[in-house]
Structures are given as structure tokens and as C-alpha cells.
């Protein structure tokens, strides 16, 4: 899922396996995948203009590499061939790419675990089963095979950091021994789980270990783990056959590799007695405030917005957050229908029904109110996040009526934060929904500490104060 692949072979409709057609399936993370095939023969004019195939078709396509091994395409599309008289060619477009099985359609594609890599993962973990040792003027290095790290997590899953090694010896110029460590993680389920909820899982995960190393991360590689396809051995010492996932993965070609430890907000070894009580809290925290979370990593993921939208999303993220965290009306609902009987009664029915949709949202707390309420209620942990703002609240409320309305009074005013103002701001917001996250989390002052501490290298690189 991280990089470009060609895969040679022969391919059919799984409703048609009689219909066999030969070309290459072109696998890009960044774009969909594109299987182009050929049939190079000679055709009547008749044949080219009036081929029997329908111009669009849609459903899974199977397929043989050029080692015989399955491939199924899953959402496969065909819009109809292109034909003339020596050669007809037929574009494909799929979604979803399975290397090591053949599925006939999503229901079937199920899985009772998975295996996950994800770029800085490494290093995020930071773990080292090396062991050297000096005797008697011999110098010894090797592993020590380290046993899984077993975290519950709720509805008896579990995810495992697991581990794999190796070594190889180069003579190429001197002899040189190489011995290499790998880990990734083992999600396991009580039951086979479909496609779309695995999905949801690699992208909570995915959210949580960016919010940690404090830069966007992406699968490296997916495996699917089947009881039935079991090659030898059971249990934990089961070994699977290989199903490989290949998906949409929009960003990985610009992912920062080779993140170091110190650099991250939170690494592995700062919760490892505790990771599974914080991922566990992290799922729960993504049912409370997703539509916060969304809004967030919206913009983590999308660098390339504009200014004026990134400030909107987490305008609207900060104002949800205290909406779900703190309370999102003025007074109780019983008192204020109370006080829209009593404005009907003295202004007439006429009159109320005109301002009905209006009154209606007047129990709920406006943007200024909900974030003055946000830094009286969180100031110890915020304020010097927001120390280059004094008026805070009100910049952000004035520029978030602004870049929606564009009403030039505002602008006028000098009331809109733009330019390098808008960058600093952004960077504020951001920083200032990490902390909060953070501390809701209970992950620990070092991280919060550090997280803020990128206000000033950020304030820098914009060439603010």
C-alpha cells in the first residue's frame, strides 16, 4: 500500500470464467487500480462496430499472475472496449485489490484478524531485541526472538505487537552481516469481521498513532488472516497464508519518513504499561466527539487547504468540542420553552411565527460564548497556547463570520484575521485542539509539554514573533 506495483496475468469476470482476458493490473496507492487488457487478432469491420460487450459493466473480476497465484478486483468497472481492426482493448478500473484468494463479492471478503504496518511505526515503538556481549576478545551479537505484546481491547479483541527478524551476509567488497528487526501489529477478533469494519479499525489506529508521533502516518501494508487458510501449526503459533489488501492510499507517497523518537509527542515507551487502557480510551473518545476528530484530521491530512477553510474546520471542531465536553444550551430546555410561550403571548402568533426559526436557536450557546467558556474552564492548560491572541475568542468568532459571509464590514474593521495573522492563528487552533485531546486522554504532561512546544518552532517558520 505504499508504493507502485504491476501485476502480469490473465483475467475474467467471476460470473464468466470461460471469458478469459490477458493484460497487466497497475496498482497505484495514490489513484485507483488499472487492469488494461489486450486481445491482438485480426477483426471484420463488422466485429469492431458491432461488438456484442455492454459499454459499461460493473462486479469482480479474478485473475492469475504470472506465478499462478489469485487476484480478485473488487468494484471492478469497465466502460467497453476499444476496438479496431487488429487489436481490441479493454480498460478496467477497481477499487479494492486482494492479492492471495479469489472473492466472488464483498460478503465474502472476511477476516478473523489482521496484520498492519504503518510509516514510523519503527520508531515510534522504539524497540531493540539485540543483544552483544564481549568474551574472551570475541565479539558476539545476535536475537533474542521477543514474544508478542498482548493488548485487550474491548468485545474480546486484542492487538499484538509482533516481531520478525533476519539476517544476510554481503561479500560484495567486505564481508558484512546484516541482521534486521521488524514490528508490526496483529488485530485479533472473536469473529470474522467484513471489509468495511476492519477499515474503521485501520483508520482509528491510523488517527491515533498520528495524534502520538505528531505527523500524518499511513499503512505501509495490510494482510488479512483466515482459520481457513491456515498453512501449518495452531493456536498463537498458527501461520497464515498470505492475503494481501491493497487499497486507496491517498497521501503515502508525501509521508514523512524516518520520524526520530525524541521527536514525537508521544512514544511507545511513554504508555507501554498502559497502552491498552489508552487505546481502548481512544475508541471510546472517537464515539464521543468523532464528528471533532473528523474535523481535525480533515486538515491534518490535507495540508493543501486553504487558509480560510482550515480556520473554518477547526472553528467548527473547537465549537462541537464544547458543545459534546461542556454543554451546548443557555438553560434548561423546560425553562426555555417557558420563555418562548411567554414572547409569543406578548408579541402575538403573527409575529412569533416569523422569528420562530429564529428564536429557536436562541438557547444555544454562540461560538464567542462557547470558547470564552472553554478558556475560562481549561485556562491553566491553554492560555499560553493562545498567549499571542488576547482577544482569542472574539478573532476567531469575527473571522469565522467572515470566511463564511464575507461581509466587508467585518474587514473593514480590522477584525479578520488574514495573512500571516491567519497562519499563526491556524497553527493556534490546531496546537489547542492537540492539547485538549491529549489531556482528555490522560496520555501525560511530556506530551502536552510538547505539543506546545512546537507553538514557538511553528511561529518561527511563519516569521511571527
Known sequence: MFKKREFEGRWWWSDKPEEIRYGILRYDPEDISILE??????????EVVEHDEPRFQKGTMLGRDSNDHPITLLDCISYGPQSS???????????????????????????????????????????????????????????????????????????????????????????????????????????????????????????????????????????????????????????????????????????KLNK??????????????????????????????????????????????????????LAQALERYHAVQMGGQREPRESFDKRLSLVSDLIGKEQFDFFKDKLNWANEKTLLHRLNELLEKRGALVKDVVADFPDFPQLVKDSRNYYTHFDPKLLAKGRVAEKTQLALLIQSMKILLEVLFLSDLGIGDAAISKAKSRRASVIHSIGGR
Open 85 to 255: 481492426m487488429g487489436l481490441k482493448t479493454a480498460i478496467y478500473h477497481a477499487h479494492t485489490v486482494i492479492l492471495g484468494r479469489e472473492f466472488n463479492n464483498w460478503d465474502e471478503v472476511q477476516f478473523d484478524g489482521i496484520k498492519l504496518d504503518f510509516t514510523n511505526l519503527l520508531a515510534w515503538l522504539n524497540l531493540d531485541s539485540s543483544l552483544t556481549k564481549r568474551e574472551d576478545g570475541v565479539d558476539y551479537i545476535g536475537f533474542k526472538f521477543p514474544d508478542d505484546l498482548i493488548f485487550p481491547l474491548h468485545d474480546a479483541a486484542e492487538i499484538r505487537i509482533t516481531a520478525t527478524t533476519g539476517s544476510r551476509t554481503d561479500w560484495t567488497h567486505e564481508k558484512t552481516m546484516c541482521f534486521t528487526e521488524s514490528r508490526f501489529f496483529r488485530i485479533n477478533w472473536p469473529r470474522p469481521m467484513s471489509m468495511a469494519s476492519i477499515n474503521e479499525w485501520v483508520v482509528q489506529i491510523q488517527r491515533f498513532l498520528s495524534l502520538m508521533i505528531g505527523t500524518p502516518t499511513y499503512p505501509r501494508w495490510m494482510m488479512g488472516l483466515r482459520k481457513d487458510e491456515i498453512v501449518m501449526g495452531e493456536g498463537e503459533n498458527a501461520v497464515y497464508r498470505d492475503i494481501e489488501v491493497l487499497g486507496e492510499n491517498h497521501g503515502i507517497s508525501r509521508a
Open 37 to 46: 487488457t489486450k486481445d491482438p487478432r485480426s477483426y471484420s469491420f463488422h
Open 260 to 313: 526520530r523518537t525524541w521527536e514525537m509527542l508521544c512514544s511507545f515507551s511513554n504508555i507501554r504499561d498502559r497502552m491498552g487502557h489508552v487505546i481502548k480510551s481512544w475508541f471510546d473518545y472517537d464515539k464521543k466527539i468523532g464528528p471533532v476528530l473528523d474535523l481535525y484530521f480533515a486538515l491534518i491530512f490535507n495540508k493543501h487547504l486553504y487558509g480560510s477553510h482550515q480556520l473554518l474546520f
